[in-house]
């Protein structure tokens, strides 16, 4: 068995290796958890509401936050304690990952939004129309009644 040295260099690019490490899994996690492009853009849907139901299952982010929220939480530690260089490729993948989340967090509140205005849209253009054949039986006899006089 080797011998276990305390140097604090080895310690510490030790440290350095494994926070570098952890970051980068909970990075490859957070984008291995945002849906693919054809999850977002393809549906088998039969109706309108069944597509934005679809859209929105697709647009759930939570697991893909949870794991960004952890890459960052490790990466600010380690830059707290001088992991990480002030340019580093790592911050900016982060980023990278942040905005295109916060952009699938606005879309998936917008399809919520439609989700259910659609349907009311629906039952009241229903009615609408409902309410124009009912009333407009009698209208339209007349109109046609004036076009044959004409």
């Known amino acids: 068995m ?3 040295t305390f140097d604090d260099d080895e310690l510490l690019s030790e440290a350095t ?15 291995a958890e945002l ?3 054809d999850a977002v853009w393809e549906t ?12 929105s299952a697709a647009l759930d982010t939570d697991d893909a936050a949870d794991s960004l929220r952890q890459a960052k939480k490790e990466y600010l530690l380690g830059q707290q304690a001088g992991v990480f260089d002030e340019d580093d490729e ?37 009615e609408a129309h409902a309410s124009a054949d009912a009333g407009g039986s009698d209208g339209g006899d007349s109109a046609e009644a004036d076009e044959a006089e004409a």
Do not use: C, K, W
């Not at 088998?44 to 859209?55: P, R």
């Open 35 to 37: 849906p693919t492009a």
């Open 90 to 126: 790592l911050g900016a993948e982060l980023e990278s990952v942040a905005d295109l989340l916060t952009t699938l967090q606005t879309a998936h509140e917008q399809v919520g939004e439609l989700t259910s205005t659609v349907p009311q849209l629906r039952s009241g253009l229903q």
């Open 44 to 55: 088998d849907a039969d109706n309108v509401l069944g597509a934005l139901n679809g859209l």
């Open 17 to 31: 290796d494994e926070t570098r490490a952890t970051v980068e899994e909970h990075l490859a996690a957070a984008r």
């Open 2 to 4: 080797g011998q276990t």
